[in-house]
């Protein structure tokens, strides 16, 4: 079955936590310290990948989770590091953090790899925090904890042509005749309710991918219907094919659907109103259609018109070549813009700020994502290491920061769990 969407849960590995130790050998008695480090956290990558076509592996199974890295051992033996989660996505899904929507990946490439959540780093053992005054450290560090975050997973299709139109105008037809695709096909609305794409061959290497797009309706823009996710697949075509009923068949008028489809497109975004456009006047075997076309033509004189009939096949290899011609000129001003652009670009840094003190009830509250990460590797039931975290969040200026806020002797400072007493 086909889907197009999901929403999941990742979690990269912790890293394992170093160790304190000595070495304790018979004829070394001052051995000295001894304790490995802890291996990294495996990572949660994804892997774009041409062979699949639908998200439905992610719709029963919400959560993953990579392995953390093995705690260190004595000898100054290492752990081992833990091994990374490789989730497989189809070509064209757009990977965005769930909570801010923003856009973290966009798997457009076989084969490409995007790692989405960190494994947290292994804790230091003692024998790291050897030094020339201190011969003999009793401190060693947790490991870090793993990235996670929730997903949200959209697979927008690749593919070079889309068919667009109401529904029942002839979309399926027209990709079963000129593809290998097989296409549900029968005379009611929405017989087509996922895409289906098709490789279409015109000459020795020439060739383009097409999409069916399920019909859209008045209202589409807004998600009536399943306007949204049907209209998310036309967002990365090169070129739009609008299909038109020109007989009017089923009582309609194709002009006012012609009207009604385009400003879905546009309300949808600028940019798929202002893709390479080709109008298809399907059903020309039926009664009515040589008149409506006319009308068409006089109304919409700057939209191409390529009249056919899909039920026989008449007029559809000179609308194949035309989309095939079309589709080199795209690529071409595409390729030449994309120059343009890398001209222009420009790279800039911002710098984030390690640290935050907010004032609250008379208590000075310290945060931070570079706070949280030394939390995370101390362990506080070693008083060594109790007061190296002290001595960092010193040197990363947060005392300086309280004095310049008004902190005075007696005032109680709060970090994560821990509170003391401001001395200054």
């Excluded at 769930?98 to 798997?107: K, M, V």
């Excluded at 090169?238 to 009582?251: F, M, P, Q, R, T």
């Excluded at 400072?413 to 007493?421: A, N």
């Amino acid at each position: 079955m086909f889907y197009d969407y999901a929403k999941i849960h990742v979690k990269a590995g912790d890293g394992g936590n170093g160790i304190v130790a000595f070495r304790r050998e018979k004829y070394v008695p001052m051995g000295g310290p001894s304790g490995g480090d802890g291996g990294h956290g495996g990572n949660i990558i994804l892997k774009a990948d041409e062979g699949l076509r639908t998200l439905v592996d992610f719709r029963y199974r919400k959560h993953y989770k990579a392995e953390r890295g093995e705690h260190g051992k004595s000898k100054n033996m290492h752990g081992k590091n833990g091994v990374d989660t490789v989730l497989r996505l189809p070509l064209g899904t757009v990977v965005k953090d769930a909570e801010s929507h923003r856009i973290l990946a966009d798997l457009t490439e076989d084969g490409q790899e995007v790692v989405i959540a960190k494994g947290g780093k292994g804790g230091r053992g003692n024998a790291r925090f050897v030094s020339s005054t201190h011969r003999s450290p009793t401190l060693a560090e947790n490991g870090e904890p793993g990235q996670e975050l929730w997903l949200e997973l959209e697979l927008k299709l690749l593919a070079d042509v889309g068919l667009v139109g109401f529904p029942n105008v002839g979309k399926s037809t027209i990709i079963s005749k000129v593809s290998a695709a097989k296409p549900k096909i029968a005379d009611y609305h929405f017989t087509t309710i996922t895409p289906n794409l098709g490789m279409v061959r015109v000459d020795e290497g020439r060739s383009f991918v097409m999409a069916d797009i399920p019909g859209l309706i008045e209202g589409a823009a807004e998600g009536a219907g399943l306007g949204h996710r049907f209209l998310r697949h036309t967002e990365r075509t090169k070129v739009l094919v609008h299909v038109l009923d020109i007989a009017g068949s089923e009582n309609r008028n194709p002009l006012e659907d012609f009207s009604i489809v385009n400003n879905e497109l546009k309300k949808y975004s600028n940019y798929l109103a202002e893709r390479p456009m080709i109008v298809v006047a399907n059903k020309m075997d039926l009664p009515g259609s040589e008149n409506n076309l006319q009308l068409f033509k006089e109304q919409f004189p700057e939209f191409p018109v390529f009249p056919i009939s899909a039920i026989t096949g008449e007029g559809l290899t000179p609308l194949l070549y035309q989309l095939a011609d079309l589709l080199d000129e795209v690529e071409a001003r595409e390729l030449q813009l994309e120059v343009e652009d890398e001209e222009l670009r420009l790279v800039k840094f911002e710098d984030k700020p390690k640290f935050f003190v907010e004032k609250e009830d008379g208590v000075f509250i310290v945060s931070g994502p570079e706070i949280d990460r030394h939390w995370a590797k101390t362990n506080f039931g070693n008083e060594a290491a109790v007061r190296r975290f002290l001595q960092i969040v010193e040197a990363m200026g947060v005392i300086k920061k309280l004095r310049e806020l008004g902190a005075k002797d007696g005032d109680v400072v709060r970090i994560k769990e821990l509170e003391f007493d401001f001395l200054d």
